[in-house]
C-alpha cells in the first residue's frame, strides 16, 4: 500500500533559523507529492506540489524537491518566521486519483521570536 | 469565488446516535473526497465520490456512508456513533481525478461524541 512518514516533531526553532521537514513515502504507483499547513482550528492549505521526479515545488519562501531515487520530498525554508507556526503535512496521491490523498502524521513546527 | 464549504463547524452527539455531515465544494469541482483527522495525526481517507458516484472507499466500517448530489454537494452519515468517532471530519474538492490535481478542504466539522 502507499504510506507516508514524516520526521517526528514538535520543532521548535528561533525566527529566520533553517527549517527542514523531512518526509519519505512509498507508493504502488506514480505519485504526486504535496506539503499541506495547518493553522489551530482551521482546515488544511496547500502549501505546496510536484507531480514528477526531480520537481521543485515552491511557495511563500518554501521548497521541496520530488527525489524519486530516495522516495524523499523534504520541505525547507531558509528563514522562518513567528507566523509560520503551524502543522506541516506532507501527502501522496496517485496519478490516477488526485481525489485519495494519503497523509502522514504531521509535524507541529513553533518558531519563536 | 467561495473555498470549500461545511456544515455545521461543531458538533456534540451522545454514542448510538447518528450524524449527517454537509459539504459544499467549489463550484465547478466535480470530485469530493471525505476525511477523519484524529487529534495528533493526519487526515484518514474515507471515500471519494466523482460525477455522483462512489469511486473509492477507505479502511472504515459500514456505519460511515455517504453520497453525492446533483449539484455535487455531499453529505457523509454516520450511524451508531461510537466515543472512537470523535474527530474533525474534513472535505476536500478537486477539478476532476486525474494525476496532479491538487485538493481544496474546508475548515471541518468538530465532532465530539460523549
Known amino acids: 500500500g502507499n504510506s507516508v512518514t514524516q520526521m517526528e516533531g514538535p520543532v521548535t526553532l528561533s525566527e529566520e533559523a533553517f527549517l527542514t521537514i523531512n518526509c519519505t513515502y512509498t507508493?504502488?504507483?506514480?505519485?504526486?507529492l504535496f506539503w499541506y499547513v495547518q493553522y489551530p482550528g482551521e482546515g488544511l492549505q496547500l502549501l505546496l506540489k510536484?507531480?514528477?521526479?526531480?520537481d521543485k515545488g515552491s511557495n511563500k519562501g518554501f521548497e521541496a524537491t520530488y527525489r524519486k531515487e530516495t522516495t524523499s520530498f523534504h520541505l525547507e525554508k531558509g528563514s522562518v518566521q513567528v507566523s509560520d507556526s503551524a502543522v506541516y503535512f506532507c501527502a501522496l496521491s496517485l496519478n490516477t486519483n488526485a481525489g485519495k490523498s494519503t497523509f502522514g502524521d504531521g509535524t507541529t513546527l513553533t518558531v519563536k521570536p | 469565488d467561495a473555498g470549500v464549504t461545511q456544515s455545521p463547524t461543531h458538533l456534540i452527539k451522545t454514542r448510538g446516535q447518528h450524524v449527517t455531515l454537509r459539504c459544499s465544494p467549489i463550484?465547478?469541482?466535480?470530485?469530493v473526497s471525505w476525511y477523519q483527522q484524529v487529534l495528533g495525526q493526519g487526515p484518514q481517507f474515507i471515500f471519494q465520490y466523482y460525477e455522483k458516484e462512489e469511486r473509492g472507499r477507505g479502511n472504515f466500517p459500514d456505519r460511515f456512508s455517504a453520497r453525492q448530489f446533483p449539484n455535487y454537494s455531499s453529505e457523509l452519515n454516520v450511524n451508531a456513533l461510537l466515543l472512537g468517532d470523535s474527530a474533525l471530519y474534513l472535505c476536500a474538492s478537486s477539478l476532476n481525478r486525474g494525476g496532479g490535481y491538487e485538493q481544496y478542504f474546508g475548515p471541518g466539522t468538530r465532532l465530539t461524541v460523549t
Open positions: 510536484a507531480t514528477k521526479a526531480d
Open positions: 507508493a504502488t504507483g506514480y505519485p504526486s
Open positions: 463550484s465547478g469541482h466535480k470530485s
